[in-house]
């Protein structure tokens, strides 16, 4: 579980990028009710290893997070 301070972080760095983790979730999948379900997988996912981020391109990590969801779904 992450703490206050990486909890505001995430906040942050990631969620800005939801509309984008959508949008590609909607691509891979073909239907949108299935992107809403793998992009919120993917975003638990992120939230969950977070403390293994440690810098670079946030929205890079997340789409990679949403990509490998997406193909396991």
């Given amino acids: ?3 206050s301070q990486d909890q505001a ?3 942050m760095l990631v969620l800005p990028h939801l509309d984008a983790a ?5 691509w891979l999948l073909c239907s949108s009710a299935d992107a809403e379900d793998a992009a919120q ?3 638990l996912r992120s939230f969950r290893f ?5 810098g670079g391109d946030v929205r ?3 789409l990679q997070i949403v990509r490998n969801t997406c193909y396991t779904w």
């Fill in 1 to 3: 579980m992450l703490d």
């Fill in 9 to 11: 972080r995430f906040e």
């Fill in 22 to 26: 959508h949008n590609l979730a909607r």
């Fill in 41 to 43: 997988e993917a975003l």
């Fill in 50 to 54: 977070f403390h293994a981020f440690h």
């Fill in 60 to 62: 890079a990590w997340l």
